[in-house]
């Protein structure tokens, strides 16, 4: 793996006695994109705005290539830190052209080649026809494109993206996520993408941090933090997530459906094991078995409700091609798909 080219070291911040970052360290490396995803009040945006340098952090440091750009006293100016940003709301200059707005972040290149860039960054995001219109004229998403191009256009060696889909209706975050995914790419920068939705920071990262209450609670390969969640918190934020509780024994923890493996949990520890609908195996069983007390098609995936033993409803998803068709069916659990964490109380 290359060395970061910024790190974030043990951050803190609050607002009024109220803690917003509680020691998070994170790192961008040139090439990769880099997604922050927590609830609303997690910390992201205030993450965000630190390394941008539009916020103080109370203690902990900022480094990129070598060079501090914070530890609490020292502060290199916003201007002065080579990061492009694309806002929530995008922030267009409404008396510029989509062309203006994007030769705004070339001031400091040459003015005669100012336009050609410009117009590069606007072709790179598929809005090269639309370079003489106006922001009120232009849809959410081409807003959106046009920030993006703009903030590109300076070729920052990081670029942070904040909330940057949120205004938009879900099928036009589908359709930009892959344009913009390309633009990030082909810059080569350091991408830094803070978002509350799981489908679009598992979509555009290539290293995944899940944020809580101010603090980074698990980082990793999407996959990877999907499949094997620290704790409860981490495997909810990433979607459904079947849970059962009880206690280690021999290295194990037994559910209703068969042991899971509990690594690094002593024998007696209350855990809970976290497993993904998917990681729910069905299997047809014309007689005994489990009974399927809920089925709901979703196209090319179909949810069942599946009675465990004791009382509790266990979600499986699997794909409708396969999916059994009887009303009771035996189970297995993928290991793959579920993990043991501590319980968060014992």
């Not at 994170?26 to 705005?49: E, I, W």
């Not at 290293?207 to 918190?233: C, F, H, K, N, W």
């Not at 559910?255 to 299997?283: C, H, I, K, M, Y």
Request: a negative charge; glycine letters at 10%.
């Amino acid at each position: 793996m290359t060395d970061p080219l910024l790190s974030a070291r043990s951050l803190t911040k609050s607002w009024y006695g109220r803690p917003v970052l509680r020691d998070v360290d994170l790192d961008l490396r040139k090439g990769q994109v880099t997604a922050v995803l927590g609830p609303s009040g997690a910390g992201k945006s205030t993450l965000l705005r630190a390394i941008a340098g539009l916020e103080r952090v109370d203690s902990g440091t900022i480094a990129c290539n070598g060079e501090l750009l914070t530890d609490g006293a020292v502060r290199v100016q916003p201007e002065d830190r080579n990061i492009g940003i694309v806002f929530q709301d995008f922030a267009l200059f409404p008396h510029l052209t989509a062309l203006g707005n994007v030769l705004f972040g070339l001031r400091r290149h040459p003015r005669s080649a100012r336009r050609d860039m410009a117009m590069a960054k606007l072709a790179a995001v598929e809005l090269a026809e639309k370079a003489n219109a106006y922001p009120h004229t232009l849809s959410g998403g081409e807003q959106q494109r046009v920030a993006l191009a703009r903030a590109l256009a300076p070729e920052p060696e990081i670029i942070l993206l904040d909330e940057a889909f949120s205004g938009l209706d879900a099928r036009l975050r589908e359709a930009l996520r892959e344009t913009t995914l390309a633009a990030l790419k082909a810059s080569g920068a350091a991408v830094l993408i803070v978002t509350h939705d799981a489908t679009e920071a598992m979509f555009m990262a290539d290293e995944l941090a899940l944020m809580v209450d101010g603090a980074i609670i698990q980082s990793g390969p999407p996959a990877s933090v999907y499949r094997s969640p620290v704790a409860t918190p981490a495997a909810r934020l990433l979607g459904e997530v079947n849970e059962w509780s009880g206690r280690v024994e021999s290295g194990a923890l037994v559910t209703p459906f068969g042991s899971l493996a509990a690594p690094g949990l002593v024998d007696g520890a209350a855990a809970t094991a976290l497993v993904r609908p998917e990681g729910v195996v069905l299997t047809s069983a014309e007689a005994g078995g489990y009974r399927i007390v809920g089925r709901h098609l979703l196209g090319a995936s179909t949810v069942f409700a599946v009675a465990a033993p004791g009382g509790d409803i266990w979600q499986a998803r699997m794909a409708t091609a396969i999916a059994p068709n009887t009303d009771t069916v035996d189970i297995t659990l993928d290991a793959g798909l579920a993990s043991v964490a501590q319980a968060e109380r014992d």
